[in-house]
């Protein structure tokens, strides 16, 4: 449970696309149920006063604390075999390995809470406070990873039981539409109720409707859980517009896009997280930003099993919140830095193509709008891990930012030993002499480019300690 903290310090987040704020010697106290409640610079009076009668936790020099990411699509089953079998096409892999590994791990209980907890440990010593996680069929298993994430953080997870009344592998499906919505609404209450006499603040694991995508989806079944939502008001999650395979096998089976099926079946709501959407032109992401739906980003999976980057400065710019995903195991890297990362590099590149098409006057259907620069820089990225995907998941209010009233999801990130004056991990630092510390843009910068979990020293969430 959470107990009343207080630190001292350099702070450092995005309150805004594109803003980045350090907050150099600041002092931050939480209250009994893990929400800031003061946050002022140490200088005050104020803060002198609080810290005369608290004794601080400094943050030592050459540290600062940094909101806990957020992974807005993860396939918990999947990290199983995380780095492999990344040479298929995605209809192909999903035959040769996804649905075979989720169908074993609903086989095999001690299996799953094996693969289960060593994925807990890992998502928080890579600073992931938040995540959106993809189950498997069964609802007992799924229950065991709604359980585990509580447990063992805790840390704020989203749990999909999946739902698939289709599929190429005859004993991976659900025996109808109807079955597959009773266990659906089965799995929310039962998940619901697994917390329901914790403290509101501590209820830290919520499930969320996942229909796996439309090809193995009736238009029943996803009717069905559109209404399950509504009536429920329960966050849904899904893949839209993936892959080139997936978007053809659409439309050739159901006469229409990803995004018109559902919306037809009201799953294109505030309450929706859709992974990918990279054949998505700007013109409907700018209908799909009028439907509320967030967008998990997911750059390096894009790279493997998509045709196309998806058009991230554009959604953007139409309003549509976005957040990144690491998508395991689509993308090999479980390391939220590491889909900041992508993305910048994807959105540069982008940014190059829209430049040679403008200086030659070509335009191309993927640069619909050739005036408008396209890439991101490091500080959105890191916005994009936290604040904006802290909005996506509709975390309470605050989540992802160092203000008062916002719950303390915190990373302590070591760049200089403070006894050696040493960088840490990978970290060089030159011409740093005597000089007092003082926190730059250009440190954090560097953290954020070659910073590994050898810079991570604490992890806090809801003012809990959990590393």
């Known amino acids: 449970m959470p107990t009343s903290r207080l630190f001292k310090g350099d702070f450092v987040h995005t309150p805004s696309l594109g803003s980045i704020e350090i907050l150099r010697d600041y002092v931050l106290r939480t209250n009994v149920k893990g929400d800031i409640d003061y946050f002022a610079p140490a200088s005050s009076p104020e803060s002198q006063s609080i810290s005369a009668g608290g004794r601080p936790t400094p943050i030592p020099t050459g540290s600062f604390m940094v909101p806990t990411f957020c992974d807005l699509h993860l396939h918990a089953p999947q990290f199983m075999y995380q780095g492999t079998g990344l040479h298929l096409e995605l209809m192909k892999w999903l035959d040769e390995y996804a649905f075979k590994a989720e169908e074993k791990l609903d086989g095999d209980l001690t299996l799953a809470q094996e693969v289960y907890e060593r994925l807990i440990q890992r998502l928080i010593s890579s600073g992931t406070g938040a995540v959106m996680l993809f189950g498997t ?22 749990v999909g039981k999946l739902s698939m009344d289709i ?80 978007v053809q096998h659409v439309r050739q089976e159901r006469g229409e896009e990803d995004m018109d099926v559902f919306l037809h079946s009201n799953l294109l709501t505030s309450r929706t997280v859709q992974a990918h959407c990279t054949f998505l032109s700007p013109e409907e992401l700018r209908r799909l930003a009028t439907t509320g739906t967030a967008v998990a980003h997911c750059p390096l999976s894009n ?30 890297s479980i390391d939220i830095m590491d889909a900041m990362r992508h993305a910048v590099t994807v959105s540069r590149m982008r940014e190059g193509a829209r430049i040679r098409a403008s200086s030659s006057q070509e335009r191309s259907h993927a640069e619909d709008d050739i005036a408008k620069p396209l890439s991101i820089d490091w500080k959105e990225a890191l916005y994009l891990a936290t604040r904006g995907g802290a909005l996506a998941l509709g975390l309470p209010k605050g989540c992802g930012t160092f203000t008062v009233g916002a719950p303390f999801d915190a990373q302590s990130i070591e760049v200089i030993d403070e006894k050696t004056g040493e960088g840490v991990g990978g970290l060089d630092f030159f011409e740093l002499g005597d000089k007092p510390w003082d926190l730059t843009p250009d440190m954090v910068e560097k953290w954020w480019s070659l910073g590994t979990t050898r810079n991570r020293v604490g992890v806090w969430i809801q003012g809990m300690p959990i590393m």
Not at 137 to 143: A, F, P, R
């Open 137 to 158: 069929i069964k609802t007992e298993t799924n229950l065991l990873l709604a359980r585990l994430t509580q447990e063992k953080g805790p840390i704020r997870a989203f």
């Open 167 to 246: 599929s190429s592998r005859p004993t991976y499906v659900e025996a109808s539409a109807q079955d597959s919505i009773s266990a659906a609404r089965d799995f929310c209450d039962r998940c619901t109720d697994m917390v329901r006499s914790m403290p509101e603040h501590m209820q830290l694991v919520e499930p969320v409707l996942t229909p796996r995508f439309v090809p193995t989806c009736s238009p029943a079944l996803l009717s069905g859980l559109g209404s399950i939502s509504e009536q429920k008001n329960v966050r849904i999650q899904s893949h839209m517009a993936e892959a080139h395979d997936q």
């Open 303 to 332: 790279a493997y099993f998509s045709a196309e980057p998806f058009r991230l400065r554009e959604a953007l710019d139409a309003g549509v919140r976005v957040g990144l995903g690491t998508d395991i195991a689509g993308g090999y």
